[in-house]
């Protein structure tokens, strides 16, 4: 099981949106840690969409966006496109652990 | 170009050991952390460990999971990282990534490779 818990699959249709959301505990994005998001599309190598919570690399469109409130944190995707459809992860640091962790992934579908 | 390029995957019985290297240009390797994830078949991303850079005394830390079996060196004047792979075990089969924060605040990883697999069977 993932120390932060993602819902394993989202849709939707050509430029609709969609939310992904991210909940951790009082260890990791409650205790103040900041959430980056990641893309993996299978034979790539995983790109950094999001950090620090609201922050995009140059590069990435700003049709995507993230959000943090209390232990959990949201992923925004606005006019889904085809070329969208990847697995998303979330990832915090856990000061109980004493390291680096992701959510358990969600994938998106765009219909 | 950043590039980080992972090497050495294959197929290795249980118990067995395995090195994989991580061949990184385009950036500052030796002023960079470099970390290892990896993703077993079907599930998430998983952290494995990572080594920091000389002025933190190449300091490194582990996954419970792989605590005592794997280690993680670095070569900074070849650009390369290593995961020495010992005693290991079937759930230890995935695709390997090297991943480094350069440039970033530590916290995150802007750089990745495309991944190495390992699978563990007899």
């Known amino acids: 099981q993932s120390v932060l818990t993602q819902p394993p699959s989202v849709s939707g249709a050509p430029g609709q949106r969609v939310t992904i959301s991210c909940t951790g505990s009082s260890s990791n994005i409650g205790a103040g840690y900041d959430v980056h998001w990641y893309q993996l599309i299978p034979g790539t190598a995983p790109k950094l969409l999001i950090y620090g919570n609201t922050n995009r690399p140059s590069g990435v469109p700003d049709r995507f966006s993230g959000s943090k409130s209390g232990a959990s944190a949201s992923l925004a995707i606005t006019g889904l496109q085809a070329e969208d459809e990847a697995d998303y992860y979330c990832q915090s640091y856990d000061s109980s652990l004493s390291h680096w962790v992701f959510g358990g992934g969600t994938k998106l579908t765009v219909l | 170009e950043v590039q980080l390029v992972e090497s050495g995957g294959g197929l290795v019985q249980p118990g067995g050991s395995l090195k994989l290297s991580c061949a990184a240009s385009?950036?500052?390797?030796?002023?960079?952390?470099v970390h290892w994830v990896r993703q077993a078949s079907g599930k998430g991303l998983e952290w494995v460990g990572r080594?920091?850079?000389?002025?933190?005394?190449?300091?490194?830390a582990y996954a419970a999971s792989v605590k005592g079996r794997f280690s993680i060196s670095r070569d900074d004047s070849k650009n390369t990282a290593y995961l020495q792979m010992n005693s290991l075990k079937t759930e230890d089969t995935a695709v390997y990534y090297c991943?480094?924060?350069?440039?970033?605040?530590?916290?995150?990883?802007?750089?990745w490779g495309r991944g190495t697999l390992v699978t563990v069977s007899s």
């Open positions: 991943t480094s924060p350069a440039g970033g605040s530590g916290w995150y990883f802007n750089y």
């Open positions: 080594i920091r850079n000389k002025a933190n005394s190449f300091a490194t």
């Open positions: 385009g950036f500052t390797f030796s002023g960079s952390a």
